[in-house]
């Protein structure tokens, strides 16, 4: 799991919680465990089917105002997630923040890559992607490129 960590701020109807957390851009929106949710009181508006390393899992979905890098804060989703979750930075949390994501993410990308089976090593290219055929160095700084099976 890649992990660099960024200073966040959220928000809730019952309160604000900051500190660092490490940034997981594999995770659409930022994930709250349950604790901090009812803590700052955001609670769940709907359900959403999440895949995680130990397969799908619905978490509730719920909005707070988050704040990444001392960036201004901005209304969004979250992932309320069961209590062992830790609270984790979301790619749409970065976005939404205007990151550029485009420098983070060749890092992060190459950090997934570098746990995944998929992943060869060529005498004379580098890093390639078995699924995909790619060099990874380059395709991980493509902002328009994606993993071909859903890690990035
Ligand atoms: S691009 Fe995706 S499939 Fe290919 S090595 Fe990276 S994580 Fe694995």
């Known amino acids: 799991m890649p992990e660099y960590n960024e200073e966040y701020e959220i928000s809730g109807p ?3 919680k900051r500190g660092t ?18 803590e700052l009181g955001v609670t769940a508006y709907r359900p959403e089917t999440v895949d995680t390393n130990n397969g ?8 707070a105002d988050v704040s990444v890098g001392g960036k201004p804060a901005r209304e969004q989703d979250v992932f309320i ?3 062992e979750n830790p609270l984790a930075i979301g790619a749409n949390s970065l976005q939404i923040s ?5 420098a983070m993410s060749a890092r992060a990308r190459l950090s997934i890559c570098d746990d995944c089976d998929q992943k ?10 078995a699924a995909c055929g790619c060099l990874l160095e380059l395709k991980s700084r493509l902002p328009g490129s994606h993993c071909p099976i859903g890690k990035w």
């Open 14 to 16: 019952k309160g604000t």
């Open 81 to 83: 997630a069961p209590a």
């Open 120 to 129: 060869r090593r060529h005498p004379y290219l580098g890093d390639t992607c």
């Open 21 to 38: 957390a490490f940034v997981d851009t594999g995770a659409s929106f930022t994930v709250l465990p349950k604790p901090v949710a009812d």
């Open 98 to 102: 205007g990151f550029k994501l485009r």
């Open 56 to 63: 799908p899992v619905t978490w509730g979905v719920g909005r």
